[in-house]
């Protein structure tokens, strides 16, 4: 797990240690030290804590223009043991959304797992984006097909042409207008 990186290309337009708006504004980063672990299993150092034993992020860009949001995730997302959803929701999205983020796109490419539990803050977070949304794509089938178990399908948006998004040849700005583009479609 040491060796997944997040992506960076886009570290040249958007650094969240640099953002004073960011909840990791001032974040300094050693890439010699592997410090975070996930089940014993260290993971590089680039990834940022929310607060969970099991789900770490990266966010990969903020316009606060568009008001959207990026984000990459790591890890077992675990609603059941860690209340992860609880950890993203209070540390991070909170934040994002109280400084008018309401549009968020969620990769994951690294989430090897879910366990769920109940919706209550995927709800909660669905309310907060007023005249926004949630997109995810890159997660496993079998995560997707928990999330609908749980319900939590009711707020995410997932699927179709979402997961056919080959996103890292796109600029964070045409990633988001081409997810907005889909997303207004499903809605219309």
Request: net charge negative.
């Amino acid at each position: 797990m040491h060796d997944i990186e997040p992506h960076y290309r886009w570290l040249n337009l958007y650094d969240s240690s640099k953002d004073t708006k960011s909840p990791f504004f001032g974040k300094e980063y050693n890439y010699e030290l592997f410090s975070e672990n996930i089940y014993g299993y260290y993971i590089n150092p680039a990834w940022d804590n929310i607060g969970s034993e099991t789900l770490f992020i990266k966010l990969l860009m903020v316009d606060y223009k568009q008001k959207y949001a990026i984000i990459e995730c790591i890890g077992e997302w675990n609603d059941a043991l860690h209340n992860d959803i609880m950890h993203l929701k209070r540390n991070i999205l909170d934040i994002l959304v109280s400084k008018k983020i309401n549009k968020f796109i969620l990769i994951g490419e690294n989430i090897f797992n879910f366990h769920g539990s109940d919706d209550c803050y995927y709800e909660e977070w669905f309310e907060d984006t007023e005249e926004g949304w949630i997109a995810t794509f890159g997660f496993r089938d079998f995560i997707l097909k928990e999330w609908r178990k749980f319900g939590i399908d009711s707020y995410l948006n997932f699927g179709g042409d979402l997961e056919t998004l080959n996103w890292r040849t796109l600029s964070p700005g045409a990633l988001f207008f081409k997810i907005n583009d889909l997303i207004s479609k499903r809605l219309n």
